[in-house]
Every structure is written in structure tokens, then in C-alpha cells.
């Protein structure tokens, strides 16, 4: 009978699966918009000797404009956009690989562990931006890399090196996870407790190249932004002491920030399950986060070192969203596993069946599922 129930669940995955990356096609045919246009302008310079987006140096995080110009080429420009969109799907499916392995790790059940990716795979944001080129799917697939790697039981040190060039890579796709590094540095002292005095060696030097590139690139953003020189800057609401308060009231959702057209912070959060844009409730967003974080509390006694490090993962991630004074919706998008963690930890405490919040799970994806359809239409009718 549980075999019945498994192969159910499975059946039930798989559809989800293959119709939400059907949704994630309708990519090809939408032009670039917002910040794509940013990184697509900053690629084509690039390939000119230039990390301009117009006219002078860019300090925009390096990695999606280096990859939209090793796909992009000036003599097919159409041909080679298209197949730069296939590249975010696969890295988006790579991620989905980590975090199977992630959740296996934890030893969480076969049905729940397919329960928690098919929510993942069908979210109406991320059928969006893991398909695009916003660096979504290059964070997801470094953050869930990061997590299992993190999760595994022994402090080896060919383990680390994997460790540390994720942790490379998300950071300089987005600055903002460089707050991430406090658990790669617990890492590495317990490494370095664990292993003989040779691989110690061996380690000390493989970071200390690993860094170079890194210490370069903070060296030409330090310069650029101290000559005022760089277009589009993330680092202006930084450079004076009256923003610090204004960027975590922003962050908290408590005022609006000047560089966007509606409130973000922890009122966007609610808007990561409901696939209705633009939503925003402050009171409802503070629940959800409540109780995923009661799940892991209430449990923390009893959670693997896997959990453990994906919890100070979400908290520390949370925290530097508020101090940087942003969170839109795609801002929490890839720390949704981890949401939907904390959730089944709440509800598994409370003594909540597994069975109900399974079915409630794939109530939600058909909802979601059906609501991607309606967008296909719109688009292809659109288009065609």
C-alpha cells in the first residue's frame, strides 16, 4: 500500500515537473526586460574591452554579465540570446539536484522530500526567473550546492574546496550573500581542527588563490565607487550614516524605499506562495516567517547539522536583506525550500498528518499549475 501511495506521489511529481518546465519555454519568446537589459548591455561591452553598461565603469555584481557574454555573439545576436535562455533552465535544474541530495542528507521522508521539490518547481515566481536572465537561477544552484555540501557529516578538505568557490560564485552574483560567509568560516576552523597539519597547508594556499580574483574585483568596485564614476550603483544607500536606519526600516517594510515604486521587505514575503503580483500585507508575511521559524526552534534540539546550517543560512540571508533595505518577492525565491522546511517541522511538531499536508501541498500546486497554463495562453495569443 505505501509502495501505491509513493508511486502516486511520484506520478504526481513528475507531471509537475515536465508542465512547469513547459511554462518556463515561454521565455524564448519574451524580449528582455528591466535588468536583463542591464546585464545584456554591460555583456556586449564586455566583449568591446569595456565593463561599461553605457558610457563609464559598472560595479553591478560580475558573474550573469560574464556569462550572457560568453553566450553572446555580435555577428548572430537573435541565435545567441536564444540559446544564453537555455543555460538559466539547466543551472535552474543542477540546483534542483543539490537540494534533492540536500534533503536526502537530512533524512527527510521519500514522499515529503518530492512534496517540497514540486513546490519548489511549480512556484509562479520561479517559473519566471529561474528562466530568465536575472541571476535567480545561478544563486539557487550555488545556494543549494552550498547547503548540501555544508550539511555532509565529516569536515574533509576536498569537501571545502567545493565549499568555497559556491560561496565565490553566489557572492559575486549577488554581494548581498556575502553574509553567508560567517558559516563558511565556522567551516573552515573545524576543517582545520579535523585534518593534519599537511592538508592544512594545502587548504591555506587554495584560498588564498581562490581570493585573488575576488580581492581584484573589490579593488576596482572600491575605486570606481570612490570616484562616483559607476552608472547604476548598489552601493549609494551605503555611503552615508542616515541610510543605515532608512534601509532597515525599508527593509522591514515599515517605509517604502525611494528607489522602488512599492514596499518590499517583510511584507513581500507573503507574495512568494500566492501568485498574485504586487501583493503586500505586512501582518499575514510575519506569520508565515513566524512559523517557520517556530518549526526549526522548536525542534533545534533534535535536527541534524544539515538543518542546523540551512536555519542560520535562512536567518543570516533574512538579515541581510533588511540591512540592505530590499526583498522583493524573487529576493526570498531561493530560500523557499528552506521555508517549506520550517513549515512541515511546525506542523510535524504539532502533530499535523503528514498525509493532509501532502494533499494541501499538491492542492497548491494544481492551483499553481492551472494558473501558469493561463499565462501560457496569454502569452502565446500575444505573441502568435
Known sequence: MKRIKLSKNKWFFYTIFILSILSMIRTFIIPLQADEITYFQIAKNILEGRYY????????????????????SLEFPELSILIAKIFPILL??????????FLK????????????????IVNPIGIVFYSSFYPESVLFVCFWG????????????????????LFLLISLTRYLYFILGAIVVYD????????????????????????MPIILWFKYVYMIELSNLSEISYFNRFKTESKTLYNIKAGLGLIQHEEVNKINGIPAFISLFLP?????DFFSSLLLIFTFILGYILNFNYLSKGIRVLFFALILTMLGLIYAGTGFSRYWLILLPGFLIGFYLFF????????????VSQLICIVYVLNEIRIDILYFERYF
Open 105 to 120: 542528507n537530512i533524512e527527510l521522508e521519500k514522499k515529503i522530500i518530492l512534496t517540497i521539490i514540486s513546490l519548489t
Open 276 to 280: 498574485v503580483t504586487g501583493l503586500r
Open 92 to 101: 535552474f535544474l543542477g540546483g534542483l539536484f543539490f537540494l534533492y541530495k
Open 146 to 165: 552550498l547547503m548540501y555540501y555544508l550539511s555532509k557529516k565529516e569536515y574533509s578538505v576536498s569537501n571545502f574546496y567545493k565549499i568555497v568557490l
Open 188 to 211: 573552515f576552523i573545524m576543517v582545520m581542527k579535523q585534518n593534519n597539519l599537511r592538508n592544512r597547508i594545502k587548504l591555506c594556499l587554495f584560498i588564498c588563490i581562490a581570493l
Open 53 to 72: 553598461q553605457v558610457d563609464n565603469p559598472s560595479t553591478v555584481a560580475p558573474v550573469m554579465p560574464l556569462i550572457l557574454a560568453f553566450f553572446y
Open 348 to 359: 510535524d511538531k504539532i502533530d499535523f498528518p503528514k498525509k493532509w499536508f501532502i494533499i
